[in-house]
C-alpha cells in the first residue's frame, strides 16, 4: 500500500469482530512503532500488548470509565455518550489491547516532546495496521482510572499509561470524519 493511502484511508474503528490477530504481523506493526524519530532519540516509550485473558483484565478496568463518561454530555451529546459506553464497555471485542507507556517527568518541556514522540510512534502503530489489513483506534488513558491502569498492565516505577491502541479486524466501515482545512498559513 501507499504510504499516501495508508494516510488518507485509515480510520478509527470500534467493533471488531474478535478474530485473533496473527502473533507474526503484531510483531511487524510494533516493530513500526519502534520507527519513530523521538526528542534526542529518547525513545520515551513502551508497548504493553494484551491479548486473552490478560486483554479481559485491561477490558474490566476500561469498563469502569463509563461511570464517568456522563461528564461528557456536552461534548458529546446524549447520544455520543451511549455510543462511547457501548464502545468502552468491552472495547469493541477488540482481541489485542496496548497500553502505551512513557516516562513520567516533570519537567514541561521533557514532558511535551515525550508526548510528541510517542504520538509519532503511535500513528506508526495505526498505519502499519492498516497497511496489514487490519483495523484500530487510538484512545486517551483516562486519568480516573490511571493507578488501575498502571497495575493491570505491570508498569515499572516512573512509568504511566499514556494512550491506550485497540487492534483487531474491523467489522464496521465508518466515514471518513471532517477535517479542518483552514490550518495552514505559509509566511513569505
Ligand atoms: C490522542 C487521541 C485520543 C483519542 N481518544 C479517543 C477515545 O478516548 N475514545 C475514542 O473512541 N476515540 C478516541 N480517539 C480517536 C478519535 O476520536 C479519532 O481519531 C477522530 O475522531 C478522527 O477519526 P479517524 O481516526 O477515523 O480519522 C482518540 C484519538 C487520539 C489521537
Excluded at 516509550?45 to 490478560?54: I, L, N, P, R, T
Excluded at 461528557?72 to 471485542?93: K, N, Q, W
Excluded at 497497511?131 to 516505577?157: A, N, Q, T, Y
Aim: net charge negative; glycine share 8%; aromatic share 8%.
Amino acid at each position: 500500500m501507499e504510504l499516501m493511502d495508508a494516510i488518507r484511508g485509515r480510520r478509527s474503528i470500534r467493533i471488531f469482530d474478535g478474530r485473533p490477530v496473527d502473533k507474526g504481523i503484531l510483531e511487524q506493526v510494533l516493530d513500526a512503532a519502534t520507527y519513530a524519530p523521538s526528542r534526542m532519540n529518547t525513545q520515551p516509550w513502551h508497548f504493553h500488548v494484551a491479548s486473552g485473558d490478560a486483554r479481559m483484565r485491561v477490558a474490566e478496568v476500561m469498563a469502569m470509565t463509563t461511570a464517568y463518561l456522563e461528564e461528557y454530555i456536552d461534548v458529546l451529546g446524549p447520544e455520543g455518550v451511549e455510543h462511547a459506553a457501548r464502545f468502552y464497555a468491552d472495547l469493541g471485542a477488540a482481541p489485542v489491547i496496548i497500553g502505551v507507556a512513557s516516562t513520567i517527568t516533570e519537567d514541561w518541556n521533557e514532558a511535551r516532546d515525550n508526548a510528541i514522540s510517542v504520538g509519532a510512534a503511535v500513528q506508526n502503530v495505526l498505519l502499519a495496521s492498516y497497511d496489514m489489513g487490519l483495523s484500530s483506534c487510538s484512545i486517551s488513558s483516562p486519568h480516573w482510572i490511571r493507578d488501575r491502569l498502571g497495575d493491570v498492565f505491570d508498569l515499572k516505577e516512573g512509568w504511566e499509561v499514556v494512550s491506550l491502541i485497540v487492534l483487531g479486524h474491523g467489522a464496521e466501515e465508518p466515514p471518513e470524519r471532517d477535517r479542518h482545512t483552514d490550518v495552514v498559513t505559509y509566511l513569505t
